[in-house]
């Protein structure tokens, strides 16, 4: 059973930098797109950031541009966050996702895979 696990949440004032990582587990993921998404207090969930399976593409959405790097180590079935210059608005539940061939890589609709996030709290 393929299962992914976050780790690397935790407090940090504005300005700060986390660098989130998820492990994958069970079955490989080495050929799947992998996904970083959140979900804020009393907020929906929201795309955050996106690698393809190779590692050679990566998206995100406007507000992380140049403030977030995602990346992974398909040796390590790990998938990384980082995070730069985070703001109170950063704060959320951050989720890490897979998904198989995805037609829209940055639709958090697409991933059929989660892990049960971790907390990042951004205080101002």
């Known amino acids: 059973q393929r299962q992914l696990a976050e780790s690397g949440g935790g407090l940090v004032q504005a300005g700060g930098s986390l660098r989130l990582s998820c492990l994958a587990s069970?079955?490989?993921?080495?050929?799947?797109?992998m996904g970083w998404s959140r979900q804020p207090p009393g907020k929906e969930r929201e795309f955050v950031a996106a690698i393809n399976w190779s590692g050679e593409a990566s998206y995100y959405a406007d507000s992380e541009k140049g403030r977030f790097t995602i990346s992974r180590d398909n040796a390590k079935n790990t998938v990384y966050l980082q995070m730069n210059s985070l703001k109170p608005e950063d704060t959320a539940v951050y989720y890490c996702a897979a998904a198989l061939g995805p037609t829209h890589i940055s639709s958090i609709y697409e991933y059929e895979y989660w892990g049960q996030g971790t907390q990042v709290f951004v205080s101002s």
């Open positions: 069970g079955r490989t993921f080495s050929n799947y797109a």
